[in-house]
């Protein structure tokens, strides 16, 4: 069964463009949930998508926001990007949200 | 609001050591708590799942334990391998989302 996958892996944007990130969980799980990580803030949830409909979000500004498509693959945007937005991004699938989490390999964000 | 503590923050060890690493919570009323690890530069690796009601989870060389009602739970790898060297973080889910802690930097000598 392949794994998650993230598209693209690496992307360097300036800053006040936007940016649109893939995400693709392992076949037959509905649950969709995006990480940020950077070295200070350590990994930091997001948001989470089961069948289309945002369930979970956390404390991000509304700068940052995603869809869910009917196939549960995932997009993340986010607009009028910030230095401090450049991070490992993040996304795991899960059968069902609050079940065992599997990790794509990260999307690595770089505003200049 | 949760807060997970991961004790220590790095480690260093000889092979074929045991070792335990901890993590801590604050509410406990957590849904289930997943290890994982990471590799510099790489996504996360699900090591271990415990739901809310379990007390322990082993996987080959890793046993991981879980005491809600003290917020606490352990990863013991034993005999440890260089190729163990990662950051392992865990991670408790309640309320819909994951907290993490901030991981413990395991290297492994030969």
């Known amino acids: 069964k392949a794994g998650v996958t993230q598209t693209p892996r690496y992307l360097i944007k300036t800053r006040g463009q936007q940016v649109t990130l893939s995400c693709s969980p392992i076949?037959?799980?509905?649950?969709v949930s995006w990480y940020q990580q950077t070295p200070g803030q350590g990994l930091q949830f997001l948001f989470e998508?089961?069948?289309?409909?945002?369930?979970n979000k956390g404390n991000f500004p509304g700068r940052f926001s995603g869809r869910q498509f009917s196939n549960s693959r995932s997009e993340m945007n986010v607009s009028t990007l910030e230095l401090g937005d450049s991070a490992l991004y993040l996304c795991?699938?899960?059968?069902?949200?609050?079940?065992?989490?599997?990790f794509g390999p990260g999307t690595r964000l770089t505003v200049t | 609001k949760q807060e997970v503590t991961q004790i220590p923050a790095a480690l260093s060890v000889p092979e074929g050591e045991n070792l335990v690493l901890n993590c801590s919570f604050t509410?406990?009323?957590?849904?289930?708590l997943q290890w994982f690890r990471q590799d510099p530069g790489k996504g996360l690796t699900s090591l271990l799942l415990?739901?809310?009601?379990?007390r322990e989870q082993t996987s080959g060389r890793l046993n991981a334990s879980l005491d809600k009602s003290s917020g606490r739970s352990t990863l013991y790898i034993a005999a440890s391998q260089p190729g163990d060297s990662a950051t392992y973080l865990c991670?408790?889910?309640?309320?819909?989302?994951?907290?993490f802690g901030d991981g413990t930097t395991l290297t492994v000598k030969p």
């Open positions: 795991a699938s899960s059968l069902a949200g609050g079940n065992e989490q599997y």
């Open positions: 076949s037959g799980h509905r649950s």
């Open positions: 998508y089961f069948s289309e409909t945002q369930r």
């Open positions: 509410d406990s009323a957590i849904y289930n």
């Open positions: 415990i739901q809310s009601s379990q």
């Open positions: 991670a408790v889910l309640n309320a819909g989302k994951s907290t």
